[in-house]
């Protein structure tokens, strides 16, 4: 988890609890997962929560988005 915290700190964000589940939750997955598929994973995290989560990771290049060609985005 310490590896999780630093990467957010490298890029200014502050390692809250939620965005170090949402990020590892990430890391840990082998292929990208889409908002809905990290709802599931995080159940007790709001997907509200999740979604302003990656949009920060996305805004500071910790993560990327990509289309998979059926109007849903993954992370």
Same mark, same amino acid.
């Given at each position: 988890?310490?590896?999780?915290?630093?990467?957010?700190?490298?890029?200014?964000?502050?390692?809250?609890?939620?965005?170090?589940?949402?990020?590892?939750?990430?890391?840990?997955? %082998?292929?990208?997962?889409?908002?809905?598929?990290?709802?599931?994973?995080?159940?007790?995290?709001?997907?509200?929560?999740?979604?302003?989560?990656?949009?920060?990771?996305?805004?500071? %290049?910790?993560?990327?988005?990509?289309?998979?060609?059926?109007?849903?985005?993954?992370?």
């Amino acid at each position: 988890m310490k590896k999780i915290e630093n990467i957010l700190i490298e890029k200014d964000i502050q390692p809250t609890a939620t965005r170090l589940w949402v990020l590892k939750a990430i890391e840990n997955n %082998g292929a990208p997962l889409s908002l809905n598929d990290l709802e599931n994973l995080l159940d007790t995290v709001d997907k509200s929560t999740i979604f302003r989560a990656l949009t920060l990771f996305a805004e500071k %290049g910790i993560i990327h988005e990509i289309e998979d060609g059926s109007g849903c985005r993954k992370y």
